[in-house]
């Protein structure tokens, strides 16, 4: 609950929905959170490589959230709200009711998740076109974006869901349409998922030629014919069916929405970090990597003129920071990673006793049973013969491969909780050197890049973060806002208010609070792992 002294501020919600929970924030005109509240949100894996959600589930769970954060704030304070959502695809029908995305014909299961690969002989044939728009997406499409899933529905769900959609959107705009009724879609997640571009809007000979020809024919109605910047004002504001179920007052600002990696990079990118004497400190925004690290990792870097690099997504105009070019590298399971490792391992139950009994999570638990095990030397030396290569969901970035999978090499005939703390350690240790591939890959095309931004649920964990360090050889700094991607939000709040008229004014309102951040500028213990 947020404390009554801050009660003359101004206020903006930030809604944040992630792969595993939705989050709010009540974020401050300092840019500061008085109140955050999370609630899980349900998945469903029906057979290998589907994922689905619920778009119903889902805004429940903002609901709830939204509500919390609220409590005991003078509702005339709230000026704005903005969502941040993963991008992942919701189907409706024409009256606005969620439509099934599953053989089983579950209608609850209405939403074809970001990390979903059922769509892997669409998107081969995506790319067999070479058409130009796939230049601006790294070279290669994804099939984690929304092109591929469409064709896949119409190939295969026509009669129960292609036929009868009326409308399919970017989990980002569902949740800013459900908040005001309006329709308009942001650019962001139109650009970076959906081959939208700022310039020229939709290309017709894409559609027509991956024949979803149908998209043309209607006009475009049913994927966004009004295209609105993250950050600018839907309608009238949050209708007031929304506005009860969530608590909040009606009719206040509600933004254009945001990709959640967009949103976490907006929360750090601008950060204030003068005085550490950092490289970054004067020098361009654009020597700053914002990296967001969740169940994936996405690695955001902003260019004034567009740079191609192949197997990095973008170049994106006005995707991230208005007037920049985004380029986008990510890997597609990280934290997802580090946990099926973990869990999978014959010692986990083992670990779960001990960390319970020290009131430490399993994380804590097992980066001070690593500190034990190490002794005098640096940690890299523990995993000399055990390696791992994380692709088990396919290579996002920069490789561009759905089909990799994951290797490791060095097992032995061991249970013991030093084994899976090593192979922890290895699974961390190579999510680090992909970051580094990414940024290797970065600074070839053009980029130049002097200080890493971490934020998200795995920039919580210490050694996650080391390793970054060590790998990279670069300075990292961690927010002093934990909740980095929930202040982007709500910064998009706070633009769509009018209180501030750029998410560059916001920047520089809130600098000088948000220059207190806690910077881990860490040596290069091993020097050994930037040869690995
Ligand atoms: N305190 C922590 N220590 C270690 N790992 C953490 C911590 N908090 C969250 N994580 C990890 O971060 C990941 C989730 O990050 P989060 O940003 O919440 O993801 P998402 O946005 O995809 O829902 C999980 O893999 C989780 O284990
Ligand atoms: O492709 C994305 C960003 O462009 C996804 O939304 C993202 O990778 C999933 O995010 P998270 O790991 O935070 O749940």
Same mark, same amino acid.
């Given at each position: 609950?947020?404390?009554?002294?801050?009660?003359?501020?101004?206020?903006?919600?930030?809604?944040?929905?992630?792969?595993?929970?939705?989050?709010?924030?009540?974020?401050?005109?300092?840019?500061?959170?008085?109140?955050?509240?999370?609630?899980?949100?349900?998945?469903?894996?029906?057979?290998?490589?589907?994922?689905?959600?619920?778009?119903?589930?889902?805004?429940?769970?903002?609901?709830?959230?939204?509500?919390?954060?609220?409590?005991?704030?003078?509702?005339?304070?709230?000026?704005?709200?903005?969502?941040?959502?993963?991008?992942?695809?919701?189907?409706?029908?024409?009256?606005?009711?969620?439509?099934?995305?599953?053989?089983?014909?579950?209608?609850?299961?209405?939403?074809?998740?970001?990390?979903?690969?059922?769509?892997?002989?669409?998107?081969?044939?995506?790319?067999?076109?070479?058409?130009?728009?796939?230049?601006?997406?790294?070279?290669?499409?994804?099939?984690?974006?929304?092109?591929?899933?469409?064709?896949?529905?119409?190939?295969?769900?026509?009669?129960?869901?292609?036929?009868?959609?009326?409308?399919?959107?970017?989990?980002?705009?569902?949740?800013?349409?459900?908040?005001?009724?309006?329709?308009?879609?942001?650019?962001?997640?139109?650009?970076?998922?959906?081959?939208?571009?700022?310039?020229?809007?939709?290309?017709?000979?894409?559609?027509?030629?991956?024949?979803?020809?149908?998209?043309?024919?209607?006009?475009?109605?049913?994927?966004?014919?009004?295209?609105?910047?993250?950050?600018?004002?839907?309608?009238?504001?949050?209708?007031?069916?929304?506005?009860?179920?969530?608590?909040?007052?009606?009719?206040?600002?509600?933004?254009?929405?945001?990709?959640?990696?967009?949103?976490?990079?907006?929360?750090?990118?601008? *950060?204030? +970090?003068? %005085?550490?004497? /950092?490289?970054?400190?004067? !020098? @361009?925004? #654009?020597? &700053? $990597?914002?990296?967001?690290?969740?169940?994936?990792?996405?690695?955001?870097?902003?260019?004034?003129?567009?740079?191609?690099?192949?197997?990095?997504?973008?170049?994106?105009?006005? *995707?991230? +920071?208005? %007037?920049?070019? /985004?380029?986008?590298?990510? !890997? @597609?399971? #990280?934290? &997802? $990673?580090?946990?099926?490792?973990?869990?999978?391992?014959?010692?986990?139950?083992?670990?779960?006793?001990?960390?319970?009994?020290?009131?430490?999570?399993?994380?804590?638990?097992?980066?001070?049973?690593?500190?034990?095990?190490?002794?005098?030397?640096?940690?890299?030396?523990?995993?000399?013969?055990?390696?791992?290569?994380?692709?088990?969901?396919?290579?996002?970035?920069?490789?561009?491969?759905?089909?990799?999978?994951?290797?490791?090499?060095?097992?032995?005939?061991?249970?013991?909780?030093?084994?899976?703390?090593?192979?922890?350690?290895?699974?961390?240790?190579?999510?680090?050197?992909?970051?580094?591939?990414?940024?290797?890959?970065?600074?070839?095309?053009?980029?130049?890049?002097?200080?890493?931004?971490?934020?998200?649920?795995?920039?919580?964990?210490?050694?996650?973060?080391?390793?970054?360090?060590?790998?990279?050889?670069?300075?990292?700094?961690?927010?002093?806002?934990?909740?980095?991607?929930?202040?982007?939000?709500?910064?998009?709040?706070?633009?769509?208010?009018?209180?501030?008229?750029?998410?560059?004014?916001?920047?520089?309102?809130?600098?000088?609070?948000?220059?207190?951040?806690?910077?881990?500028?860490?040596?290069?213990?091993?020097?050994?792992?930037?040869?690995?």
């Amino acid at each position: 609950m947020a404390s009554g002294k801050q009660e003359q501020m101004n206020y903006y919600v930030g809604i944040d929905v992630g792969t595993g929970s939705a989050r709010a924030a009540l974020v401050s005109q300092q840019g500061t959170l008085a109140a955050y509240a999370e609630y899980p949100i349900r998945k469903w894996e029906p057979q290998a490589d589907h994922h689905e959600q619920s778009s119903d589930d889902i805004w429940a769970a903002c609901c709830i959230v939204t509500k919390k954060v609220v409590q005991g704030i003078d509702a005339a304070r709230i000026r704005g709200l903005g969502f941040d959502a993963t991008c992942s695809l919701v189907v409706l029908d024409k009256q606005f009711q969620p439509l099934p995305v599953n053989q089983e014909g579950d209608s609850n299961r209405n939403i074809i998740m970001w990390m979903d690969h059922r769509a892997a002989s669409q998107v081969e044939r995506i790319n067999r076109t070479r058409h130009q728009v796939l230049k601006f997406v790294g070279g290669v499409m994804s099939v984690e974006m929304q092109p591929p899933k469409l064709l896949w529905l119409k190939e295969n769900l026509r009669e129960s869901c292609w036929n009868k959609a009326g409308h399919f959107f970017d989990l980002p705009d569902f949740l800013s349409w459900k908040a005001t009724g309006v329709l308009a879609r942001s650019l962001c997640p139109l650009v970076c998922k959906w081959t939208y571009s700022a310039d020229s809007g939709w290309d017709e000979s894409f559609w027509k030629m991956i024949n979803l020809e149908d998209f043309v024919a209607d006009n475009y109605s049913k994927i966004g014919t009004q295209v609105l910047s993250p950050g600018d004002p839907l309608g009238k504001g949050l209708t007031p069916e929304a506005a009860k179920e969530l608590g909040l007052p009606a009719g206040i600002a509600v933004a254009a929405s945001l990709i959640d990696a967009h949103a976490g990079g907006l929360g750090v990118i601008g *950060a204030d +970090v003068k %005085g550490y004497n /950092l490289p970054c400190e004067n !020098q @361009s925004i #654009t020597s &700053r $990597l914002a990296v967001i690290c969740g169940t994936s990792s996405c690695h955001m870097g902003i260019s004034p003129n567009p740079i191609f690099v192949p197997g990095i997504w973008g170049p994106y105009f006005s *995707a991230m +920071v208005p %007037g920049f070019w /985004l380029n986008e590298g990510g !890997q @597609s399971v #990280t934290g &997802r $990673l580090i946990e099926h490792v973990v869990q999978g391992h014959a010692a986990y139950p083992e670990l779960q006793v001990k960390a319970s009994a020290r009131f430490q999570s399993i994380y804590t638990c097992l980066n001070s049973h690593l500190d034990s095990i190490k002794k005098s030397l640096p940690l890299g030396f523990l995993t000399v013969d055990l390696h791992v290569w994380p692709d088990f969901h396919g290579n996002r970035s920069p490789l561009a491969d759905l089909t990799l999978k994951g290797m490791v090499t060095g097992l032995r005939l061991s249970h013991s909780l030093d084994d899976l703390a090593l192979l922890y350690l290895a699974t961390v240790q190579a999510i680090a050197l992909g970051t580094r591939h990414i940024l290797e890959t970065m600074e070839a095309a053009g980029h130049s890049i002097s200080t890493l931004f971490l934020c998200g649920g795995l920039s919580k964990n210490p050694l996650f973060v080391q390793m970054h360090a060590d790998i990279t050889g670069l300075p990292i700094v961690l927010s002093q806002e934990v909740e980095s991607v929930l202040v982007g939000a709500a910064i998009l709040g706070a633009c769509a208010s009018g209180d501030f008229t750029s998410v560059q004014r916001y920047y520089r309102a809130i600098g000088s609070s948000r220059g207190r951040r806690e910077l881990k500028e860490e040596g290069r213990e091993t020097e050994r792992q930037r040869q690995l």
